[in-house]
């Protein structure tokens, strides 16, 4: 009998529980499933100029899961702005509500899109920082992208007459110093500056940290590869650095300008074909061929009698004169455009 009764109660308890939580709806904010969440943004970049700041991002094409997106609903983009004297760099960072903008399909065609968003309603003397996130639904959005900052002043010009020197795995920059405000008016704060690098001459990337110099040795090229760069102007505010202007792009290819070593063991010997002239295989990396040279004992002068390909190490005048003392050299040279040409080697002579 008492069995029942605590049957019933159950009951009754499951049934009340059911109603209550039938009947009240969602506490939270349903959880989105990861396979429509966009991954977040992580090229969030930004460039000044005397207008303002312009801001532009990749549109996400895949989301956390690593499916595909046919569609961005929405950017949101958030804003927040500190005066230099009242920033703490351990404190939060106090983002304001965000600023809803358009999505659309990630693709323009085959391309993947760019978002772009401009602002103009800056205040000297305040560090700005903006972050944006994605959204495929109202309910789907993604984590934070990456964060940028700037100081917004009144910037610098950008650096003229930038010269790009090609060297061997290295460019050589130079430029001249930036003295003046995009005004035109001078500038008392000290300077450095920014160097970027691209291989397109589309999507620059900076190189290390700004310098207070106005050149830069750029080592991690390699040969044949044509290089963009652009460097921009950086004004020191306190501990801060003021972004200024752009410098027009200039293109450089680097160069091999180190020959391969000089043949060794040259030798020449008489034969009933002509004589023969005969080395040691060069050890050079890039080795592109050998080219051998004649003189005449009368005279001091060389003059290339042949070009040998660098599988070989032996080749045959056939137009030496009888009864006529030759002197011999060979030379290497390597695979750059124009190829490097070691030093002649040894002479070697022999009578015909």
């Given at each position: ?5 605590l ?14 939580m ?5 506490k ?34 895949k ?45 323009d065609?085959k391309?993947?899109?760019?978002a ?16 944006v996130?994605s ?15 700037f ?20 460019v ?6 930036v ?21 397109s ?27 963009f ?16 202007g752009?410098?027009?792009d ?26 023969k ?34 599988v ?7 137009k ?30 022999t009578r015909y």
């Open positions: 009998m008492k069995s029942g009764y049957v019933r109660g159950l009951s009754y308890l499951l049934g009340i529980s059911f109603l209550l039938s009947g009240c709806g969602y939270n904010e349903p959880i989105p499933p990861q396979n429509v969440v966009p991954r977040p943004i992580a090229d969030l970049l930004y460039t000044v100029s005397d207008k303002g700041v312009e801001l532009s991002w990749s549109y996400p094409v989301t956390i899961k690593g499916s595909a997106l046919d569609d961005i609903s929405s950017f949101e983009l958030y804003r927040a702005e500190i005066a230099l004297d009242d920033y703490c760099g351990s404190c939060p960072v106090p983002f304001g509500e965000p600023m809803e903008l358009d999505g659309g399909s990630p693709f065609g391309v993947r899109r760019k772009t968003y401009e602002s103009s309603l800056l205040i000297p003397g305040y560090k700005y920082f903006f972050k996130r959204r495929t639904s109202w309910w789907a959005d993604s984590a934070d992208s990456n964060i940028i900052t100081v917004w002043f009144k910037p610098a010009a950008a650096p003229k007459d930038v010269t790009a020197m090609p060297g061997d795995h290295q050589f920059l130079v430029w001249q110093p003295t003046s405000h995009t005004d035109g008016t001078a500038i008392e704060q000290d300077m450095k500056y920014q160097v970027f690098r691209s291989v001459g589309k999507q620059f990337e900076p190189l290390g940290e700004p310098v207070a110099t106005t050149e830069y040795v750029d080592r991690q090229v390699n040969n044949g590869v044509r290089y760069y652009t460097i921009q102007s950086m004004m020191v505010l306190e501990d801060n650095l003021v972004n200024g752009m410098s027009k200039v293109g450089v290819t680097p160069i091999d300008l180190e020959p391969p070593l000089p043949p060794l063991g040259i030798n020449v010997i008489k034969t009933g074909v002509g004589v002239v005969f080395w040691d295989k060069s050890e050079a990396d890039d080795l592109g061929g050998y080219r051998v040279y004649r003189r005449a004992a009368a005279k001091d002068s060389y003059e290339q009698i042949g070009e040998v390909e660098s070989y190490t032996i080749f045959v005048d056939t030496a004169a009888e009864n006529k003392r030759y002197y011999y050299a060979v030379t290497a040279f390597d695979q750059a455009t124009p190829p490097n040409e070691s030093d002649k080697s040894r002479e070697a002579t």
